[in-house]
């Protein structure tokens, strides 16, 4: 199966194992980006691999898979 461009917020909450408050407040604080898509709020998939390779301090690999 491919990978998704984009991850709805639930999706995205439970790929990276944090709570809906936690990813609330990476928003308010700037470190990541929302988008809209008509009324439902995404974060692109390239967007989620640079957050968390800040977070980790680790790059993401070639390929936009994030190493774990």
């Known amino acids: 199966m491919p990978e998704p ?5 639930p999706d995205f909450c ?4 944090i709570s ?3 990813f609330y407040r990476e928003i308010k ?5 929302l ?3 008509g009324k439902r709020s995404l ?3 390239v967007e ?7 977070l980790t ?4 690999q070639e390929g936009g898979k994030t190493q774990t």
């Open 5 to 9: 461009v984009a991850y709805l917020i």
């Open 48 to 54: 989620a691999e640079r957050w968390y390779a800040r």
């Open 29 to 33: 604080a700037k470190r990541l980006r």
């Open 20 to 22: 809906r408050t936690s």
């Open 57 to 60: 301090g680790r790059p993401p």
């Open 35 to 37: 988008f809209k898509r």
């Open 14 to 17: 439970r790929i990276y194992a």
């Open 43 to 45: 974060v692109e998939r």
